[in-house]
C-alpha cells in the first residue's frame, strides 16, 4: 500500500522569503502522480502542483516548484517570494491507477509579515 | 477544471438521528466517487469509493452498515450516516477523479449533538 510522509507538522516563514516543505512515500509502483494541496481555512481543497513520476523535470507553477527525487522517493514543495496568502495546511498526496490517492499528515505553514 | 459541489456544507443532528450528503460532479460524469473524513488537524482519510451502478468499497475499520454509499447516477453519490453519534461529528469530504486528478468538494461538516 501507498504510504505518504510528512515529518514537518508546522513550518514558519517570513513574507518573501523562501520556504520547502518535505514529503517521501512509500509505493512499489513505477507509474504514479504526485500532488500537493493546499488547505486554508475554508478547507477546500486546492491543487497547488502535480507531478507525473514517468517526468524527470520537476513541476513547476509560478511561484511554486517541487523537487523529485523518484529513486529516493522524495517530492519536496519549494515556495517562493512567500505571501501571506500562502497560509495554509499542505498536503502532501500519492495517486496510482486515477484511484486510490493518499494523503501526508500536512505541515501548517505560517507566512510572518 | 471540473467542478464538485456538496451539499449541505454544515449539518447539526441529534444523536441517533440519520444525515444524508450529496456530493454532485456539475460539469463532468464520475463513475468513481471518494468519501474521505477529516477530523480536526488532521488529514484525510479514505472511507470508501463509491462506484457507479454497484456497491461501494469502504475502507478497513469503516462500517459499510454506518456509512452508506449510493450513486445512483454518474453525477451524484451520496453519502448516509446512519444512527449519527458525537464520534461521527467530523468534516466530510469528496472527490472524484479526472485525468489523474482529483476533484474536491467543499465538504460538510457535520455535527452530532
Known amino acids: 500500500a501507498q504510504t505518504v510522509t510528512q515529518s514537518q507538522p508546522e513550518m514558519s516563514v517570513q513574507e518573501a522569503e523562501t520556504v520547502t516543505l518535505s514529503c517521501t512515500y512509500d509505493?512499489?509502483?513505477?507509474?504514479?502522480?504526485l500532488f500537493w494541496y493546499k488547505q486554508p481555512p475554508s478547507r477546500q481543497m486546492i491543487l497547488v502542483i502535480r507531478?507525473?513520476?514517468?517526468?524527470?523535470q520537476n513541476a513547476t507553477e509560478n511561484r511554486f516548484s517541487v523537487n523529485f527525487q523518484k529513486a529516493a522517493k522524495s517530492f519536496s514543495l519549494k515556495i517562493s517570494d512567500s505571501q501571506l496568502g500562502d497560509a495554509a495546511m499542505y498536503f502532501c498526496?500519492?495517486?496510482?491507477?486515477?484511484?486510490?490517492?493518499?494523503f501526508g499528515a500536512g505541515t501548517r505553514l505560517t507566512v510572518k509579515p | 477544471g471540473a467542478v464538485v459541489s456538496q451539499h449541505p456544507s454544515w449539518v447539526i443532528c441529534k444523536s441517533g438521528t440519520s444525515v444524508k450528503i450529496e456530493c454532485r460532479s456539475l460539469?463532468?460524469?464520475?463513475?468513481?466517487m471518494f468519501w474521505y473524513r477529516q477530523f480536526p488537524k488532521q488529514s484525510l482519510m479514505l472511507m470508501a469509493t463509491?462506484?457507479?451502478?454497484?456497491?461501494?468499497?469502504?475502507e478497513q475499520g469503516v462500517e459499510k452498515d454506518k456509512f452508506l454509499i449510493n450513486h445512483a447516477s454518474l453525477t451524484l453519490s451520496t453519502l448516509t450516516v446512519t444512527s449519527a453519534h458525537p464520534e461521527d461529528s467530523s468534516f466530510y469530504i469528496c472527490?472524484?477523479?479526472?485525468?489523474?486528478?482529483?476533484?474536491f468538494g467543499p465538504g460538510t461538516r457535520l455535527t452530532v449533538l
Open positions: 509505493t512499489s509502483e513505477s507509474d504514479y502522480y
Open positions: 463509491s462506484n457507479e451502478g454497484s456497491k461501494a468499497t469502504y
Open positions: 472527490s472524484a477523479p479526472v485525468t489523474f486528478e482529483q476533484f
Open positions: 498526496a500519492h495517486l496510482y491507477n486515477n484511484n486510490d490517492m493518499r
Open positions: 507531478q507525473e513520476a514517468y517526468k524527470q
Open positions: 460539469d463532468f460524469q464520475a463513475t468513481t
